[in-house]
């Protein structure tokens, strides 16, 4: 989720002096805590049954393939052949066959040359941000870059401008006079509006004054380009020498885990580099199995892509039909603005009584002060629960 770039400033009350009492050290989370309730902001963990009731369009599930018995079966497979866990760091004893299979067939999917799988879409973007850049090194950053590849910004040594939203005159405006490397990055489709990225306009600003193009494609893999090959395949830039893209596993493809895309000598480079990947467990097997079988299915089955995509904009027509505010998608993220924090919060509370599972995004997990329903355009959603599903949203508005 976007948020400003410059690191959070430590929230609540003052820290434990040395007069305070024993153990007093978190004590100051308390007045934190109250304060979060005041403004209404408390988060809560919601364990979702093995069999919810409900209709879903909040999870990232975008193609229904995360219960699909092909990739359910590919990762217990997985896990009997090669362990419930990695055992190490890639680098040591965590790189199986299974990891270098997906990593070809990633790579090879999506128009890239190599591939490097990670423990997670979070960590692919930390390894991609650290790993392309150094002291010296400029990174134009968009100011709705998804929260990984701005704390991947703040971990580098690099300078970061924060440029306005899909802004690629911003873009160049920045990069003149920037004499030395530049990298620049952007999410693939927003993850908060759903909107797309100007990546052909970025592409050519990059190469205009030799910068590298790191894009994030968490959810344009599955959904975008032809067959799903995602967001650089649709623009033509899948394989260029200075593009970079990451995904995440977790998403289209149902799994766990994330990965880089790019020129072999990129990953090579991350390889040596990357802390994330270095220092970190390789990712399980199982997540490896059910990606890999997700990543099959989906070459086999290439119409789950478009059908996810004609779901997001059916349900924008008529949403918007209805009189709701709600952004025309790129994808299959579908988000609708809703007029207060509060009423968002009754909005997706009402959704949930009457069988609907929705997204609510509320600040400070956006920084706009818009508050959102955000709805995932599932591929496997079926005409009954798409009519359902707009019923529900309709009915449960907020009036003006
Ligand atoms: N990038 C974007 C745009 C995302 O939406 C997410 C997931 N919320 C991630 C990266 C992180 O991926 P993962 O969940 O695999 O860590």
């Given amino acids: 989720m976007p948020q400003d770039h ?229 623009a033509g830039l899948a394989g260029r020498g200075d593009v970079v893209a990451t995904v995440t596993l977790s998403k289209s493809l149902g799994s766990q885990g994330g990965a880089v895309l790019g020129p072999a000598r990129v990953i090579e480079h991350l390889v040596n580099t990357a802390r994330t990947f270095i220092f970190d467990t390789g990712l399980a097997p199982a997540a490896v199995g059910g990606a890999l079988a997700a990543l099959r299915l989906l070459a086999r089955e290439p119409r789950r892509a478009a059908r996810a995509r004609e779901v997001g904009a059916e349900l924008h027509r008529r949403l918007a039909a209805a009189g709701l505010a709600v952004v025309r998608p790129d994808a299959a993220v579908v988000s609708v603005r809703a007029p207060s924090p509060g009423q968002a919060l009754r909005w997706a509370a009402d959704c949930r009584r009457a069988g609907l599972a929705v997204g609510c995004f509320r600040p400070p997990s956006v920084p706009d002060g818009i508050s959102r329903l955000r709805l995932t355009a599932r591929a496997d959603l079926t005409p009954a629960q798409l009519d359902t599903a707009v019923d529900v949203i309709v009915a449960t508005a907020p009036t003006p």
């Avoid at 802004?167 to 490397?181: I, Y």
């Avoid at 990546?199 to 893999?221: I, K, M, S, T, Y």
């Fill in 6 to 234: 410059a690191p959070s400033p430590p929230r609540g009350a003052s820290p434990a002096t040395l007069a305070d009492p024993p153990e007093a050290a978190f004590d100051w989370i308390d007045e934190a805590c109250a304060e979060r309730h005041r403004a209404g902001l408390v988060r809560t963990l919601r364990p979702r049954p093995a069999d919810s009731p409900l209709l879903d369009l909040a999870s990232n599930d975008y193609l229904g393939l995360a219960r699909h018995p092909e990739v359910t079966r590919g990762a217990a497979e997985a896990a009997h052949r090669w362990g419930a866990g990695a055992t190490g760091s890639r680098l040591v004893t965590g790189s199986t066959e299974l990891h270098a299979r997906l990593e070809r067939e990633l790579a090879a999917f999506c128009g890239f040359e190599a591939a490097l799988v990670l423990s997670s879409g979070y960590a692919a973007n930390l390894a991609a941000v650290t790993a392309l850049t150094a002291h010296g090194t400029l990174v134009v950053s968009d100011a709705g870059n998804h929260a990984s590849l701005i704390d991947g910004c703040r971990l580098s040594r690099a300078r970061t401008a924060v440029v306005p939203h899909a802004a690629p005159a911003a873009v160049r405006t920045a990069l003149t006079g920037h004499d030395g490397r530049a990298l620049v990055v952007t999410d693939a489709v927003f993850s908060v509006d759903g909107d797309a990225a100007p990546l052909p306009a970025l592409a050519e600003v990059c190469r205009a004054h030799g910068a590298g193009l790191l894009v994030d494609d968490a959810h344009g893999l599955g959904v975008l380009g032809d067959g799903g090959r995602g967001a650089l395949a649709a």
